[in-house]
C-alpha cells in the first residue's frame, strides 16, 4: 500500500489536480481560485483512490463508496474554500468534480450498446448510476456538515 501510495498515488494526485486546476480555468473560475480548486479535487480524488486500493470488495461497492466519501471530501472542502476566499462554493465544487465523473463507463455503456453487448452495457450502466447517485447523496451529506460547522463555529 505504502509503494502505491508513493509512486502511482502521488502521480494520481498530481494529474487530479491539474485536471482540475485545468477544468476550472475552461470554466473561467477567477483566478485566486483556480489553485485552491485544483488542491480540493485532488483530495477528492486521493481519496478515492486510496479507499477503491484498500477496501477488499466487490468493484460496485468499492467504486459507490469510493465515490460517497470523495464526494463528502469535496464538498466539506469546498465549503471551508469558499468562506476561507469568500466566495461562492459552486466556484470550487463543479471542477472538483471533474476526474469523479464516470465518463469511461459511460463510453463502454454506448460502445457495449452499438457492438451488440446489451448485457455488458446494462453493467456499466448500472456503475453510471450508482456512481452518479452516490456522489449526489455526498453533496447532500457535505452540505450537512458543512451546515454543522457553521452553526457550531458562530
Known amino acids: ?22 477544468f476550472g480555468v475552461l470554466l473561467n473560475i477567477p483566478r485566486r481560485a483556480v489553485n485552491l480548486s485544483g488542491w480540493v479535487g485532488a483530495a477528492g480524488w486521493l481519496t478515492y483512490e486510496v479507499l477503491y486500493q484498500v477496501l477488499p470488495l466487490a468493484i ?7 465515490n460517497l466519501v470523495a464526494a463528502v471530501v469535496i464538498g466539506v472542502a469546498s465549503g471551508l474554500a469558499a468562506r476561507y476566499k469568500q ?23 454506448v460502445r457495449n450498446l452499438v457492438t ?8 456499466y450502466l448500472a456503475q ?16 450537512f456538515i458543512n ?6 463555529s458562530h
Open 1 to 22: 500500500m505504502w509503494h502505491w501510495l508513493f509512486t502511482v498515488g502521488l502521480l494520481q494526485t498530481i494529474l487530479a489536480y491539474l485536471a482540475t486546476s485545468g
Open 60 to 66: 460496485d461497492v468499492k467504486l459507490a463508496i469510493g
Open 87 to 109: 466566495m461562492p462554493m459552486i466556484i470550487f465544487n463543479i471542477p472538483s468534480l471533474v476526474p469523479l465523473v464516470p465518463g469511461g463507463q459511460s463510453y463502454r455503456v
Open 116 to 123: 451488440g453487448q446489451p448485457q455488458v452495457a446494462n453493467q
Open 128 to 143: 453510471v448510476v450508482i456512481i452518479a447517485g452516490v456522489i449526489a447523496l455526498g453533496f447532500l451529506i457535505a452540505e
Open 147 to 152: 451546515r454543522l460547522l457553521w452553526h457550531f
